[in-house]
């Protein structure tokens, strides 16, 4: 797979339809707040995250709709810019449905955090989603350069780290300064272990169904260069497949392996033209 990148070097290219379609929604919702005072008042009473209203009223859309909703033009545009900087390659890579499945992960795994560490605040915005994203993207490219105020190149790893660092003092300290960081806490903690351990139950569930025809995967033709190619074809094709319904994400290793050893040899033997 090819990748652009950006002047912060990120992954550039078109918008991706997941991060497009929720930076509209974002946007819209902020507008709907931004335009009417008695309207805000609503929409943070109902779907602000309230720990003590989802315990006792049951308001349990409320770790999912306090994601939408943001206290100011630049909550909103940091949020949204980190997200779209961050998450279109993501996307581009794992898929929209894997994709939008993690996002939401991390943003109601952050809920969750905030519920058991601060049972007594009222939280909005989508950080903890975004931080999710952003630990997401360091496991996933942990030496790509960003540039901090435009400036000063820092590997993503290391600027991860330290936001975690951050995070995790911040959580746990005294002081408190109207920033939810158990959010930002939980969603990177939650996109982690997500991505580390939890995501390999489906790979070890793929490796089970699929052992049956690891020999035919392996299989190398000699007979011909045609066989060869009618037979990469085939799989790339079923590859392909797989990732539109599950995403790139959740492909075992030997269907990464063959995917990039067969369009190596397809490119280099496969007369016909594929746009």
């Given at each position: ?17 997941a ?7 974002n946007?819209i ?7 009417n ?10 779907f ?6 989802v ?12 994601m ?16 779209w900087?961050?998450?279109s ?10 994709f ?8 109601v795994g ?13 939280t909005i ?16 490219y ?5 540039y ?10 290391y ?6 660092f951050i995070s ?6 005294t002081?408190s300064?109207?920033?939810?960081h158990?959010?930002?806490l939980g969603g ?7 991505l ?6 489906y ?16 299989l190398?033709y000699?007979q011909?260069?045609?066989q060869?190619?009618?037979y990469y ?11 539109n ?8 290793e ?12 397809l ?9």
């Open positions: 797979m090819n990748y652009q990148r950006s002047s912060f070097g990120l992954g550039g290219g078109a918008i991706t339809p991060v497009k379609n929720l930076l509209f929604a946007g919702i902020f507008l709907m707040q931004f335009m005072y008695s309207l805000n008042l609503f929409l943070t009473k109902t602000a995250l309230h720990p003590y209203e315990f006792v009223s049951f308001k349990i859309w409320q770790p999912v709709s306090y939408f909703l943001h206290g100011g033009f630049w909550h909103l545009f940091f949020n949204m810019f980190i997200f900087m961050f998450g390659e993501l996307e581009r890579e794992w898929g929209t449905k894997e939008l499945k993690y996002y939401f992960i991390c943003g952050a809920g969750i955090t905030i519920m058991l560490l601060s049972p007594n605040s009222v915005g989508a950080s903890g989603a975004v931080y999710g994203i952003m630990v997401a993207y360091a496991l996933r942990p030496n790509r350069p960003i901090v105020y435009f400036l000063f190149p820092v590997k993503v790893k600027f991860i780290g330290f936001l975690a995790f003092f911040s959580t746990f300290g002081a300064d109207g920033i939810a158990a959010a930002h990177m903690v939650v996109g982690f272990v997500y580390k351990y939890w995501n390999q139950f790979k070890l569930k793929s490796w089970f169904q699929q052992g049956q025809k690891k020999s035919d995967q392996n190398k000699h011909g260069d045609d060869k190619v009618e074809r085939k799989k790339i094709d079923e590859i392909l497949d797989k990732i319904r599950v995403g790139y994400l959740n492909l075992t030997d269907e990464k392996e063959l995917l990039e050893e067969g369009s190596k040899y490119r280099e033997h496969d007369k016909t033209d594929i746009n």
